[in-house]
C-alpha cells in the first residue's frame, strides 16, 4: 500500500487553517504530521479537514503553545503518546496504520538561546527530551516505524546555510547534533530525506527575522523523517516544498514530504 507522508510545523493550526486546507488540496498527501499546533485537540479544526477526505485524527493539545497531531486519510489508530524529560508538554503523538506502520510525531524543544544548560533551562530541557527518547529506543527496540516532525536540530554540515558560523548557535551544536545522532543509533532510523537526496544544501527553516528570507536563503533542516531499517528501504520521492514558505502569512517551516511503498 503506497502513501505519501509529509511533516509541518504549521506554527498555530488555527491561524493557519486555511493554509493547511490548501496543502490538502494541492499535496494530497495521505498522512500529514503537525507540530506546534497551538491548540487545545477540541479547538483543532477537524470538521474543516475530515471534509477534505482526513477523517481520522489523532493528537494531544495545549492552549497556546507546544501541540502535536496526525491527519490521514487511511484508517488510523492512537498508538500513545510519550512525556519526554517529564516536561508535562504536549510534544509526542503515535498513530498506527492499518498495515502496522506505527507514525511517531515528535516537536522536539526548540532549546532557548543560549547553548548551555547551565544557564538557560530551555537547552537542558531539550538535551533531556533527546536523551529519553534516546533510553527509550535502546528499551524497546522500534520495528515498521517512522519518526517525524520538527526535531529543531541541523545534524549535518551542509543542512545550515553557514556551518562554521551556526556552531555555537542553537540546533546546530556539537553538543546536539551528538545527542540526535545517539537518539538516531538507538533506534536503528534510517534519515530518509538524506537517503534520497545525499547531496547538497537542504533547508526546511527560514527565520521570519530575515526581511526577503528567499533572497537571503540562511536555512537550516530541522524537519525530518526517519523510518526503521526494516521499512527504509520501501521509501522514496523525498522533497522539501520549499515554496509553501512563501504563502501569504507563513509558518516559518516548509513542508517535507516522502512516500512509501508497503
Request: proline share 6%; with cysteine; hydrophobic share 40%.
Amino acid at each position: 500500500m503506497p502513501f505519501t507522508l509529509a511533516t509541518w510545523n504549521i506554527n498555530s493550526v488555527r491561524l493557519r487553517e486555511d493554509l493547511v486546507l490548501r496543502f490538502l488540496r494541492d499535496a494530497g498527501p495521505d498522512v500529514l504530521c503537525l507540530q506546534e499546533c497551538k491548540s487545545p485537540v477540541d479547538r483543532i479544526p477537524r470538521e474543516a479537514f475530515t471534509a477534505l477526505g482526513y477523517p481520522h485524527m489523532v493528537a494531544r493539545g495545549q492552549k497556546g503553545y507546544n501541540g502535536v497531531a496526525i491527519l490521514s486519510k487511511l484508517p488510523m489508530e492512537e498508538a500513545g503518546a510519550e512525556d519526554f524529560a517529564g516536561l508535562g508538554h504536549a510534544r509526542h503523538i503515535a498513530g498506527r496504520l492499518e498495515n502496522g506502520v506505527t507514525i511517531h510525531n515528535h516537536y522536539v524543544p526548540a532549546g532557548g538561546d543560549k547553548p548551555d544548560r547551565a544557564i538557560n533551562d530551555k537547552f537542558g530541557q531539550k538535551l533531556d527530551y533527546l536523551t529519553d527518547m534516546r533510553d527509550a529506543f535502546h528499551k524497546a527496540a522500534p520495528q515498521r516505524a517512522i519518526l517525524v516532525g520538527d526535531l529543531n536540530i541541523a545534524p549535518r554540515e551542509d543542512d545550515v546555510w553557514d556551518h562554521k558560523k551556526l556552531l555555537k548557535v542553537v540546533s546546530h551544536t556539537p553538543v546536539e547534533v551528538e545527542h540526535l545522532a545517539q537518539v538516531q543509533d538507538a533506534g536503528g532510523w534510517v534519515d530518509v530525506t538524506r537517503q534520497d537526496i545525499p547531496e547538497g544544501r537542504l533547508y526546511s527553516w527560514w527565520s521570519y527575522r530575515s526581511p526577503d528570507w528567499d533572497a537571503a536563503d540562511k536555512g537550516r533542516r530541522l524537519d525530518h523523517v526517519w523510518a526503521t531499517g526494516d521499512i527504509a528501504t520501501a521509501a522514496h520521492s523525498s522533497r522539501v516544498l520549499r515554496h509553501v514558505r512563501g504563502w501569504e502569512g507563513p509558518s516559518d517551516h516548509a513542508p517535507v514530504l516522502a512516500t512509501f511503498d508497503l
